[in-house]
């Protein structure tokens, strides 16, 4: 596949910034340079840059940009999707949003809006709320589970189903209640709606850094399918740190 640029408007609306994402899905320095380029001269304050796993780069056409490295991110995926029985604590989640942000933000500790303190706390949890919002509304998410003790919801994810490949966005449990197999429940109830919308495979993307969250998905048969590196480049700003 060829390498993309393109503007991101609803991260250029949300952040009130110019935003534009960069996937390089082969090396081509040329193609980088020009590119540069070009956002510089449309005023891009910010390039979201992913470098696919086997892509090398000139890091030196980075030079006289604030450049940050925010992430290595890791696919992880399976094919080993089950008709599991769901465990009694978990449900779908139909209530108010705000009953989930703190878990929201426990699920974004790694995020990369919070490496890169470009972004303030508040530019995060403003993020971290609306991705919660628009998964209990059913914009990006078709599933919200939540798993419940005593009435008090301690973990929960957002699952977004297709037949070729359903997808986990968010999972975090109350730190409180950790090890006590609430993440793998969660995880396994994913597994049953995927398998009941014949699902091909489930994936999930996670920090490569974040050796905790690599290990459990591999103890819960998924497999690494893709690692991308993730370098914010700062631009026509001047508002970086």
Same mark, same amino acid.
């Given at each position: ?105 426990? +699920?974004?500790? *790694?995020?990369?809006? #919070? ?5 303030? $706390?508040?530019? =995060? /949890?403003?993020?971290?709320? %609306? ?73 999930? +993307?996670?920090? *490569?850094?974040?050796? #905790? ?5 591999? $103890?819960?048969? =998924? /497999?690494?399918?893709?690692? %991308? ?13």
């Amino acid at each position: 596949m060829n390498n993309e640029f393109k503007i991101l408007n609803w991260d250029s609306e949300f952040f009130h910034k110019k935003i534009a994402s960069v996937i390089l899905r082969k090396s081509d320095d040329n193609f980088l340079k020009q590119t540069l380029f070009e956002c510089e001269e449309i005023g891009v304050e910010l390039i979201y840059l992913f470098i696919e796993e086997g892509v090398s780069i000139s890091f030196s056409l980075l030079n006289g940009y604030n450049h940050i490295l925010v992430d290595n991110k890791v696919i992880y995926k399976t094919k080993f999707i089950t008709d599991n029985d769901l465990d009694y604590h978990i449900s779908e989640y139909n209530g108010p949003s705000e009953l989930l942000y703190n878990l929201a933000m426990q +699920a974004g500790a *790694k995020s990369r809006y #919070r490496i890169d303190k470009n972004f303030t $706390k508040g530019d =995060f /949890e403003r993020l971290y709320r %609306t991705w919660i919002n628009n998964s209990v509304n059913h914009t990006i998410a078709d599933k919200v589970l939540v798993y419940r003790k005593q009435n008090k919801i301690i973990g929960f994810i957002t699952l977004k189903i297709d037949k070729e490949e359903s997808k986990i966005g968010l999972i975090a449990s109350d730190p409180e209640y950790r090890k006590k197999g609430i993440g793998t429940a969660l995880v396994r109830a994913c597994k049953y709606y995927a398998y009941n919308a014949k699902s091909q495979s489930l994936s999930v +993307a996670t920090q *490569k850094e974040n050796d #905790r969250a690599c290990s459990f998905y591999m $103890k819960n048969q =998924f /497999e690494k399918f893709m690692e %991308t590196t993730v370098i914010h480049v700062w631009i026509n700003s001047d508002n970086c740190k």
